[in-house]
């Protein structure tokens, strides 16, 4: 069982920069995916960005793609997300969580196996 928190949610202003952190409880095993997830109220769980085996490959969603920044540190177990660029559509809760093997589409949620409570991130305008 693993358990992943996630912090450095917030308020920000439009344009301003975030960085989201989700620490895992013990190893998340190689070939498998950590990824962050966001919904927003009303619209369904979509994928934001993922890491593929500690980093051999990253992905993004396209609406993220050049902002956002995903890495993984894996000596602790800990997943980033920097977000830049910030804008009102970004705001939703964001959830991190881990997949047992590979998953294809890297954002089919229903392949992670292990998921975070969420921080919330929201932007004005």
């Known amino acids: 069982q693993v358990q992943l928190v996630e912090s450095g949610g917030g308020s920000v202003s439009a344009g301003g920069s975030l960085r989201l952190s989700c620490s895992a409880s013990?190893?998340?095993?190689?070939?498998?995916?950590m990824a962050w997830f966001r919904q927003a109220p009303g619209k369904n769980r979509e994928g934001v960005a993922a890491?593929?085996?500690?980093?051999?490959?990253?992905y993004y969603a396209p609406s993220v793609k050049g902002r956002f920044t995903v890495s993984q540190d894996r000596y602790s177990n800990t997943l980033y997300l920097q977000m830049n660029g910030l804008k009102p559509e970004d705001t939703a809760m964001y959830y991190c969580a881990t997949s047992s093997g590979f998953v294809n589409p890297w954002d089919r949620a229903s392949g992670y196996s292990y998921w975070g409570q969420g921080t919330q991130v929201t932007v004005s305008t």
């Open positions: 013990s190893y998340t095993s190689s070939r498998n995916f």
């Open positions: 890491v593929y085996d500690g980093g051999v490959s990253t």
